[in-house]
């Protein structure tokens, strides 16, 4: 398709476990985008990458949250030893490169038991 | 850092009648864009309107337009002839002119009714 993809749809895990969040950009977008919306809540940004690199890791809430991303396509959010606290929506953009506008994907609904 | 306030949790509109959402933000910059996106049921989130801080020119697509204020830092979304399918959560965000993050409001969401 055209647009932004995440995978899984929907996730739901044990506390404690590992999860694995994945996006895949619009081709050829440079940048992409990490955030999170807990439940009527607003977007909270989490991380971006430029290419394959990530400058700016500050937003991520913990050392539980690391994201990787290969060249300029796919990328990876994983948590580990997850916590209630991280059940949230957790969505991806991607623009064509640094300021110009992001195009969502249709998130991940991340449900930590 | 950058605030952005949308002060109305819930609006309602009868179809085919206008409804304005607000939307004031907080900033120290001068260059900077503003954007309103749609989010349906469906998570998507969906952009709506653009628009660079040093247009004076209010962006409008379609049935949807904005009177950005610089001064009051007041960017408010104006819906005309409004339709079933605009219900939505909306979300009006703040992106800096040196930045990369968009800082996003709390949303509102909007009813629409026959």
């Known amino acids: 398709g055209a647009g932004v993809s995440q995978s899984p749809s929907n996730k739901v895990t044990e506390k404690g476990k590992d999860v694995e969040l994945r996006c895949d950009p619009i081709?050829?977008?440079?940048?992409l985008y990490w955030y999170r919306q807990r439940l009527g809540q607003g977007l909270e940004f989490l991380i971006y990458?430029?290419?394959?690199?990530?400058?700016?890791k500050s937003g991520l809430p913990s050392d539980r949250f690391s994201a990787e991303r290969t060249g300029e396509s796919v990328s990876t959010l994983t948590i580990q030893r997850t916590q209630q606290e991280d059940s949230a929506v957790y969505l991806c953009?991607?623009?064509?490169?640094?300021?110009?506008?992001?195009?969502f994907g249709p998130g991940t609904r991340l449900l930590v038991l | 850092a950058q605030t952005v306030t949308q002060s109305q949790p819930e609006m309602s509109v009868q179809e085919a009648e206008t409804v304005t959402l607000s939307c004031t933000y907080d900033?120290?910059?001068?260059?900077?864009?503003l954007f309103w996106y749609k989010q349906p049921p469906s998570r998507q989130m969906i952009l709506v309107i653009r628009?660079?801080?040093?247009?004076?020119q209010n962006a409008t697509e379609n049935r949807f337009s904005v009177n950005f204020q610089k001064a009051a830092k007041s960017f408010s979304l104006k819906i005309s002839d409004s339709q079933l399918g605009d219900a939505a959560m909306y979300f009006c965000?703040?992106?800096?002119?040196?930045?990369?993050?968009?800082?996003f409001g709390k949303g509102t969401s909007l009813l629409v009714t026959p």
């Open positions: 081709s050829g977008h440079t940048a």
């Open positions: 900033t120290s910059e001068s260059d900077y864009y």
């Open positions: 953009a991607s623009s064509l490169s640094l300021s110009e506008t992001q195009y």
């Open positions: 965000a703040y992106e800096g002119g040196s930045g990369y993050a968009l800082n």
């Open positions: 990458f430029q290419g394959n690199s990530a400058p700016d």
């Open positions: 628009q660079e801080a040093y247009k004076q």
